[in-house]
């Protein structure tokens, strides 16, 4: 049974991974909307700590909350930086004993998991997305591992960024702010990051994308709430004036409601405010259900351009019968590290090759052109091929491939970087 069908009971866990904590939202098939793991019955105790803890003598192991209990309790020292250790596949030593890392990390997601199928009675998981600050194909590929080794029961395993769960979240909770210009502040430790999310309504589909910044912020005593709060509301004015946002969401432990009255104010008398810190989890639900099992017409009119997608649509004019003509090379929001394409056409008489990429976040148009110096006169045939260095840098290289019998083969090539 596919999740969104009459009868399922399929769910969809939207996995927050932080370096401290963990956040869990899920969705079945009959809610309109994902709801969050707390740890406590009526409250909103959404993060579980990223920790766990051996009993000692046996190979018994606490995690979350009943981890950090347990540690206190009796002295025991808790193992943290778990997602850390797992990257880099350390070993880790308890009592004498060496533990793989990886396979700790696993057991701690499996029990993590494993608290959202007890509380809905079900081990039918219609899949897994992950999300966190940065997430790449050597994430992707890492956590795939993990949730194998943690014999977790489903097919679909997928990562995406804060960034685009953040555009997840919107699209499913948010629609209005869709074609706005919609601000995230994320305050933990010592960064207060800033992620704008905009939308191009020049295009069809609209485009969403999201500029990401970040800064040092002071960690403050209990006492010294006030002096923050001032901190806060300073340095929120100056964003408000840069990027004059329709609404603002604040994540992270510096913005406690009753600590942050400043700072509400001046956020409030210019925008929308939200508060609370299980956007990110929610959004890694929705995008699950939008992009692999059940999409919505609204989201068919959406789509999110993120770091790792191509922002312009990129092709070339041709001069086809007397009439020009355009032939598309590479599609925006496809991944821009797997972005190539080799073709071969045909010229006659012509030593210029002419580019455009045309920009879907806003950015001006590019047009460039190709001098094919030294290429013999009459047809010649010619492959072209093309990728991305870096998102915004496109190589196009040209090779002269002759015409049959009639002329051979020069072996000569033309290069060019383009700049999007």
């Known amino acids: 049974m596919i999740f969104g069908q009459s009868g399922s009971d399929k769910f969809i866990i939207g996995m927050d991974l932080g370096e401290e904590s963990v956040q869990l939202s899920y969705i079945q098939s009959d809610m309109s909307s994902p709801q969050t793991l707390s740890q406590v019955v009526g409250e909103e105790d959404y993060s579980i700590p990223m920790v766990m803890c051996k009993r000692p003598g046996v190979n018994q192991w606490y995690f979350g909350k009943e981890a950090v209990s347990y540690s206190v309790q009796n002295q025991v020292e808790p193992l943290t930086g778990l997602l850390s250790l797992a990257k880099e596949n350390a070993e880790v030593t308890i009592e004498g004993q060496t533990f793989d890392s990886v396979a700790l990390f696993a057991l701690f997601l499996k029990r993590c998991v494993g608290m959202v199928v007890t509380l809905l009675g079900t081990d039918k998981i219609g899949g897994l997305m992950l999300t966190g600050q940065a997430m790449d194909e050597e994430d992707a590929d890492f956590f795939s591992k993990v949730v194998e080794k943690a014999k977790i029961k489903t097919e679909l395993v997928y990562c995406q960024s804060h960034e685009e769960s953040f555009y997840y979240y919107i699209l499913g909770q948010q629609t209005d702010l869709l074609e706005k210009t919609t601000m995230l502040l994320e305050c933990r430790g010592s960064r207060l990051t800033v992620m704008v999310m905009r939308c191009n309504p020049f295009t069809t589909p609209r485009v969403l994308y999201c500029n990401v910044s970040g800064q040092e912020f002071p960690i403050f005593e209990d006492e010294d709430m006030e002096v923050m709060d001032q901190e806060l509301a300073y340095r929120c004015s100056d964003l408000l004036r840069q990027d004059k946002p329709d609404a603002v969401y604040l994540i992270g432990e510096a913005f406690v409601e009753q600590n942050i009255q400043e700072t509400l104010g001046v956020l409030c008398s210019q925008c929308r405010v939200f508060l609370g810190n299980n956007l990110f989890s929610k959004g890694a639900c929705i995008a699950m259900r939008e992009t692999a099992l059940l999409p919505s017409e609204l989201g068919k009119r959406y789509v999110y ?10 092709g070339m004019q041709l001069l086809i019968q007397g009439q020009e003509n355009y032939m598309a090379l590479l599609d925006a929001g496809d991944g821009w590290k797997t972005a ?14 002419e580019f455009q990429a045309v920009s879907m976040i806003g950015r001006e148009d590019v047009n460039e052109t190709i001098f094919l110096e030294g290429l013999p006169a009459g047809v010649s045939r010619l492959r072209l091929e093309i990728y991305m260095e870096t998102r915004d840098e496109l190589v196009v290289r040209v090779s002269d491939l002759g015409f049959g019998e009639i002329r051979p083969a020069t072996q000569m090539t033309w290069e060019k970087r383009i700049r999007l």
């Open 340 to 353: 190539e394409k080799t073709v071969e056409l045909y010229i006659k008489e012509q030593d210029v090759l």
């Open 305 to 314: 351009l993120g770091e790792n997608k191509l922002s312009a649509n990129i």
